[in-house]
């Protein structure tokens, strides 16, 4: 198929960087893999091959970065950054090297009003279970031993911004719209949607709300056992949980919400929800049947959940 | 040990642990909290602190300048008390916000 492939890395500010490193080595269960000498920490998943997939920065700020595509060869670079010139958004080749462990990085704003990467190297490391007979799961690890980082979920300033997103998704990236809540007369905007280069239901979302920003990033758990086990180690070592386990309507995954030190949003997403084709049709939500999407045991809003989030570092 | 926080615009009373930040103390009561992330990333919980000690770890500079810490203005989840305290929430401060008013908002 050719062009994006999978979301690759979060790139994110940190206020604290030594108690990031505690949290999401012992909660999250995943590994250091390099250190720079300004303290910038690279980290990965057991079940992920490329060197990482999460980079935290120390700074003054709790802000988000980027969020870093992978496509599947060399030339969707080039492909895409016509692509994307043609549809009227600059780009700009960042040479290999610049973002760490990564080929030449093509870099742009969305009109989302997200920045974005796309690269198609980064380092081979391989999966701690390796290639050749390999266990179900690694016997070492600590914490919840997530396997590899599944989507993230931006904020955009209203559905204009989310509109704007979402075509620019579909039709220069090639994403699937597989779901979106629709509202304003006959359903005519869209206030968020669930978009796919993979075959799960998502691998992006955008909603709207008053700012642009970060709402979550997601890593991947096998099912509601783990989702459980998860919210146990939470508890026990004092993460703030927002979101307490749940089943989303949209997406069909099995969800906790919660923060790391510096109070951005997690989610651990489990199961793979269902199959996303080409021809599958969009499933759409109603406004007045939204909170019944989102949090589908409750059906009701909870808190400042569309409110409290963190903000974009370049605006 | 435990002290007590009069959440000034509230008019009410809550006690505090040491250990815990005034958002984490003073949350299980959703009406004296906002609801927000708990450690310093959304800015729904700052605050002006009119009276007490207590000690704070790193502000968020996309809500608090340093100029706002100098003035006791911070983020309740980043402040830990040290002896009775006296404080009230202020709004959300708006950043980007010429837009807020007029920007639709998942669910409102
Ligand atoms: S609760 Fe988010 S900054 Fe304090």
Known sequence: MGGIMRLGHIDLNVLDIEKSREYYTNIMGMVVVREDSDGTLYLKCWDEWDKYS??????????????????????????????????????????EGEVAECGRTLKFTAPSGHIFHLYAYKTFVGKDVGDTNPRPWPFEGKGIKAHWIDHTLLMCEGPEKVMAGTKFFQEVLGFKLAEQVTVGPEGSLQAATWLARTSTPHDIAFVAGPHTGMHHF?????????????????????????????????TRGETIYFFDPSGHRLETFAGLGYLVQPDMPTITWTEEELWRGIFYHTGAEDGAFTTAYTLSAYK | MKHNILVRDKSRNHTCHEDKSLMDGLNVYENL???????????????????????????????????????????ACKVFPKTDMEIEFLPKPKILSALEKKVYILGN
């Open chain 1, 54 to 95: 999460l980079v935290l920065r120390p700074s003054d700020e709790a802000t988000f970065n980027t969020a870093a595509y992978k496509v599947e060869s060399d030339e969707d670079i080039d492909d895409l950054k016509a692509k994307i010139e043609a549809y009227g958004v600059e780009t700009e080749i960042l040479p």
């Open chain 1, 218 to 250: 997601a890593y991947f758990l096998d099912g509601w056992n783990d989702i459980l086990r998860a919210a146990d180690v939470m508890a026990m070592h004092n993460v703030k949980i927002d979101v307490t386990p749940q089943r989303h309507g949209i």
């Open chain 2, 33 to 75: 909290v906002p609801k927000g992330c708990h450690n310093g990333a959304c800015g729904v919980c700052k605050i002006h602190i009119l009276n007490g000690e207590y000690s704070k770890s790193k502000m968020n500079r996309r809500y608090i300048s340093q100029e706002d810490e100098d003035k006791n203005i911070v983020l």
